[in-house]
């Protein structure tokens, strides 16, 4: 069974920083893409950040360039999410999802969502 668990949300303040964590059981995690996605209440869910198992790219959205930065640690079977300088606008739930292939595309398993909460 493929789970996917995040962990690290919480309330932080604007400028401040949070590390989200992504556990996955239940497939091979060395050839599947990991994503991270976000909604915010009443907006549509988005997403953030992507690592390709099959080179290690990585992909972000233009709202979070430069200040998050998505990683990988194969023998823990974990991709990390680092939130540096968060703003209010990074309130939202943020999801895990496994990609369809190594591939950032078809993301068909999904996390709980954590929680993450920045005031101003």
């Known amino acids: 069974e493929v789970q996917l668990v995040e962990s690290g949300g919480g309330l932080v303040q604007a400028g401040g920083s949070l590390r989200l964590s992504c556990a996955a059981s239940g497939f091979t995690f060395d050839d599947y893409a990991i994503g991270w996605f976000r909604q915010a209440p009443g907006k549509e869910r988005e997403g953030v950040s992507c690592?390709?198992?099959?080179?290690?790219?990585?992909y972000y959205a233009d709202s979070v360039k430069g200040r998050f930065t998505i990683s990988s640690d194969n023998a823990k079977n974990t991709v990390y999410l680092q939130m540096n300088s968060l703003k209010p606008e990074d309130t939202a739930v943020y999801y895990c999802?496994?990609?369809?292939?190594?591939?950032?595309?078809?993301?068909?398993?999904w996390g709980q969502g954590t929680q993450v909460t920045v005031s101003s």
């Open positions: 690592i390709s198992s099959s080179d290690g790219s990585t």
């Open positions: 999802a496994a990609g369809g292939s190594s591939f950032c595309a078809d993301f068909g398993s």
